[in-house]
């Protein structure tokens, strides 16, 4: 199966470092991806995994274990516009197209 | 470069009713990808499609149904409209060349259905 499991909310202060965790059950993958998405808008790309391992791109870092069926999302220096939901998604393997899973999302409250 | 379109961005409908959705990939994408979005399910997938073709279908019945036309475009329809249909269905768009491709996601379409 595919469960996918992250905090359903997190708040964090202006300025600070946040990790949010997500956590899968599910075979033959090939990366997994995390998405934003602010209240009333569609999601936008943050990063795709396709390797163990960290990835960093600017204030925000994705990490991916396969093994475990692990994966965090690592935001710094927050800022008020962060403030929305993280969606994580594993995805099938390249032969089966673009579908992703998503997990049900974790909403960060940034507070100043 | 245009990003991800679709229309309409409202609807409301009432239950028995059919509707349709449309989405405009950007432009050189093949791959159209549909996603039904509610606060209880979150963003679940429905079906996508590369090439005409649907690679792959996402666990809804058969009363969803979708197409693509050959510059792309795609529909998607819902028959005997249910109040749990009620949404916002989303639309991304990707090359489709291999799975990780990066999908870019269209404004998507509110559907209320009384």
């Known amino acids: 199966g595919q469960n996918i499991d992250q905090p359903t909310e997190m708040t964090a202060t202006e300025g600070a470092i946040v990790q949010i965790n997500c956590t899968y059950q599910?075979?033959?993958?090939?990366?997994l991806f995390w998405y934003q998405q602010h209240a009333g808008e569609a999601p936008t790309f943050l990063s795709y995994n396709v390797l163990d391992g960290l990835e960093e791109k600017g204030r925000f870092s994705s990490f991916l274990s396969r093994s475990k069926g692990y994966s965090y999302l690592l935001l710094k220096e927050l800022q008020m516009k962060d403030s929305a939901s993280y969606l994580c998604?594993?995805?099938?393997?390249?032969?089966?197209?673009?579908?992703?899973?998503f997990g049900g999302g974790t909403r960060l409250m940034v507070k100043p | 470069k245009a990003g991800v379109t679709q229309t309409p961005r409202y609807l409301i409908k009432t239950r028995g009713q059919q509707v349709t959705l449309s989405c405009s990939p950007i432009s050189g994408h093949r791959s159209v990808s549909w996603y039904q979005q509610t606060p209880g399910q979150g963003l679940q997938f429905l079906f996508e499609?590369?090439?005409?073709?649907?690679?792959n279908k996402g666990n809804f019945p058969g009363r969803f149904s979708g197409r693509q036309f050959s510059n792309s475009r795609s529909e998607m329809n819902v028959s005997t409209l249910e109040l749990g249909d009620s949404a916002l269905y989303l639309c991304a768009s990707s090359k489709g060349l291999a799975g990780g491709d990066e999908q870019y996601f269209g404004p998507g379409t509110r559907l209320t259905v009384t």
């Open positions: 998604a594993p995805i099938k393997p390249v032969n089966a197209g673009n579908m992703l899973t």
């Open positions: 599910t075979s033959g993958f090939n990366g």
């Open positions: 499609y590369f090439s005409e073709t649907q690679r």
